[in-house]
T-cell receptor, first 111, second 110 residues
Framework: GQNIDQPTEMTATEGAIVQINCTYQ??????LFWYQQHAGEAPTFLSY????GLEEKGRFSSFLSRSKGYSYLLLKELQMKDSASYLC????????????FGTGTRLTVIP | SQTIHQWPATLVQPVGSPLSLECTVE??????LYWYRQAAGRGLQLLFY??????ISSEVPQNLSASRPQDRQFILSSKKLLLSDSGFYLC?????????FGEGSRLTVL
């Protein structure tokens, strides 16, 4: 089975840095994804980690520790438009490389 | 790159009525296709996936069914909708290791 946990809500200030954590327990692991989803819209891809370490892409970075079943998404220089839900998803080795999603973290950026 | 089209975008249906949501994919061939549902305040739940024409796997028992009549067409159906079927339905395609989503179909069952 799959179990993916992330905080339900977070609030941060414009210009600040925020870290969104994700822990997972899965039967087989083949990569971890982060998606951004604005209200009423489809998720859009942010990052992918399959090896341990930090992947940086502009203001967004994602970290993975496979031994700890842990990942985080780091958002720097927060902007108001970053207010959205952030979904952690794990790709399992079973099935058709299915992605299993956490419930998402709703981030609110305040002025 | 691939493009995913879903329709209808929004629909309101009475309990007991049938449902058909359609998804088509362009720009890729023989993709893995998925149907997810997102209920209000909840995460994305994988409903069905397909690795090829006529091949459907279900992740959870439910009131819904899926079909893949063509390589780039994926259909989600129900014969009789329940209130609990309300939600945001997303079709997705796995391409070069990344999952891409369609625009979504918001279903309200009254």
């Amino acid at each position: 089975g799959q179990n993916i946990d992330q905080p339900t809500e977070m609030t941060a200030t414009e210009g600040a840095i925020v870290q969104i954590n994700c822990t997972y327990q899965t039967s087989g692991f083949n990569g971890l994804f982060w998606y951004q989803q604005h209200a009423g819209e489809a998720p859009t891809f942010l990052s992918y980690n399959v090896l341990d370490g930090l992947e940086e892409k502009g203001r967004f970075s994602s970290f993975l520790s496979r031994s700890k079943g842990y990942s985080y998404l780091l958002l720097k220089e927060l902007q108001m438009k970053d207010s959205a839900s952030y979904l952690c998803a794990v790709r399992a080795r079973e099935g058709a490389n299915n992605l299993f999603f956490g419930t998402g973290t709703r981030l609110t950026v305040i002025p | 790159s691939q493009t995913i089209h879903q329709w209808p975008a929004t629909l309101v249906q009475p309990v007991g009525s049938p449902l058909s949501l359609e998804c088509t994919v362009e720009g890729t061939s023989n993709p893995n296709l998925y149907w997810y549902r997102q209920a209000a305040g909840r995460g994305l739940q994988l409903l069905f996936y397909s690795v090829g024409i006529g091949q459907i796997s279900s992740e959870v028992p439910q009131n819904l069914s899926a079909s893949r009549p063509q390589d780039r067409q994926f259909i989600l159906s129900s014969k009789k909708l329940l209130l609990s079927d309300s939600g945001f339905y997303l079709c997705a395609c796995l391409d070069t290791g990344e999952l891409f989503f369609g625009e979504g179909s918001r279903l309200t069952v009254l």
